[in-house]
């Protein structure tokens, strides 16, 4: 009787075993079909701040435009209520588009100018790059601000374009 006994309680802890086994397979597939990927909001934040540089680069075009030939002008920026909650000196080249010295440090100065925060996204830093060909001249520059997982645009201030957001 003792020999059946242990048998049972073998029978039964496989049993529970088993039912654990089965339950917690089950959790993970419901857990994985049902999940979804959540956005990665520092990519999103600078989404935001770059749909803005577009949009202040454009906006300083034309304000140079009415204002032609000036070398700076004065970039007003408002909030979405359209109240005015800054003002930033822009340098503008003979083309019209914002610019600043050909280094890392003018290409900060770029961006500070034409959005008006600090290269700062969601707490992360973004990294503002100069780059040239090897004819160095104002013509043939970019900056490139980037986030160090990689995500990037650049400005060309010869003709103001901004490429794409890119990965």
């Given at each position: 009787?003792?020999k059946?006994?242990k048998?049972?309680d ?35 934040a ?13 906006s ?53 100018s ?35 997982k990689?995500?990037?645009?650049d ?6 374009s ?6």
């Amino acid at each position: 009787m003792n020999k059946n006994k242990k048998d049972s309680d073998t029978t039964k802890n496989l049993i529970k075993a088993s039912i654990a086994l089965v339950f917690a397979i089950s959790l993970g597939l419901a857990i994985n079909f049902f999940h979804i990927g959540e956005e990665d909001t520092t990519v999103k934040a600078l989404t935001e701040q770059f749909d803005t540089f577009k949009r202040h680069v454009v906006s300083s075009h034309w304000q140079w435009r009415v204002r032609q030939p000036t070398t700076m002008i004065m970039l007003i920026h408002y909030d979405d209520s359209g109240s005015e909650i800054n003002r930033t000196p822009v340098r503008m080249n003979h083309n019209g588009w914002p610019t600043a010295d050909l280094s890392d440090a003018g290409c900060e100065k770029i961006w500070q100018s034409v959005v008006a925060s600090p290269l700062r996204v969601d707490g992360f830093k973004i990294h503002a790059q100069y780059y040239a060909e090897l004819d160095v001249s104002e013509e043939n520059y970019w900056c490139r601000y980037s986030l160090s997982k990689g995500t990037y645009f650049d400005y060309y201030p010869a003709s103001g374009s901004v490429s794409p957001l890119k990965d």
